[in-house]
């Protein structure tokens, strides 16, 4: 059973930086994409970065483009975000998903539960 584990959400003034962190387990993490995605309240859900398998390829909404790095280590099966100049615009639940690095939800197969940012002003 697949299952992904987001942590490292919290509560940070603009300007900050968070790191997020996905953890994977139940297949080969190395053989497929990964994607961050969030949702604001009463929002529908957002593309926010993809990256293929080997990490060589990166993909990002243009709201964070600047600002965000997805990144990933096979080794540790692990898919991170670097979030830098944060804004309250980013408040959101963040999710990893699995399968794709583009921006549509119908392409990845498994997310995780989510983790909460919360960009005070």
């Known amino acids: 059973q697949v299952q992904l584990v987001e942590s490292g959400g919290g509560l940070v003034q603009a300007g900050g930086s968070l790191t997020l962190s996905c953890a994977a387990s139940g297949r080969t993490f190395s053989g497929y994409a990964m994607g961050w995605f969030r949702q604001a309240p009463g929002k529908e859900r957002d593309f926010v970065a993809g990256?293929?398998?080997?990490?060589?390829?990166?993909n990002y909404a243009d709201s964070v483009k600047g600002r965000f790095t997805i990144s990933r280590d096979n080794a540790k099966n692990t898919l991170y975000l670097q979030m830098n100049s944060l804004e309250p615009e980013d408040t959101a639940v963040y999710y990893c998903a699995s399968g794709s690095m583009y921006s549509y939800p119908s392409r990845y197969d498994y997310w995780g539960q989510g983790t909460q940012v919360t960009v005070s002003s």
């Open positions: 990256i293929n398998w080997s990490g060589t390829s990166r």
